[in-house]
């Protein structure tokens, strides 16, 4: 089965950098398309970054020049690399993955929760706190 495991949040101040990790296992990781995703309580699940099978990416306009996502196929490992953090960013994210790619009407990629539901998996989640 999918398991997903997230890692790397924490409390850092902002303008500091954090690396989440996301150790995949139980599917062919190179042929899923994965994401990061961010929640605060009581807010819908938002789309920070994807990336799909073939490494094309994209990154919401909230963390575009800040956060990059990237993948290790051979380690079966997705990262989201994050700089310059700002207290907006504090949420807990969650890696997901879903099998082929996940567009939309409007996008080749998709960053659409309501994309991504139906068909993927997600993880347990790490919080990423970032104080003023």
């Known amino acids: 089965r999918v398991e997903l495991v997230e890692s790397g949040g924490g409390s850092v101040q902002a303008g500091g950098s954090l690396t989440l990790s996301c150790a995949a296992s139980?599917?062919?990781?190179?042929?899923?398309?994965l994401g990061w995703f961010r929640q605060v309580a009581a807010h819908e699940r938002e789309g920070v970054a994807a990336i799909d099978p073939d490494g094309s990416s994209t990154h919401a306009d909230s963390v575009k020049g800040r956060f990059t996502i990237s993948k290790d196929n051979a380690k079966n490992t997705l990262y989201l690399q994050m700089n310059n953090l700002k207290p907006e960013d504090s949420a807990m994210y969650y890696c997901a993955a879903s099998p082929g790619l996940v567009s939309s009407d409007t996008s080749a990629l998709s960053l659409d929760f309501t994309d991504w539901v139906d068909f993927g998996s997600w993880g347990q989640g790490t919080q990423v706190t970032v104080s003023s």
């Open positions: 139980g599917f062919t990781f190179r042929s899923y398309s």
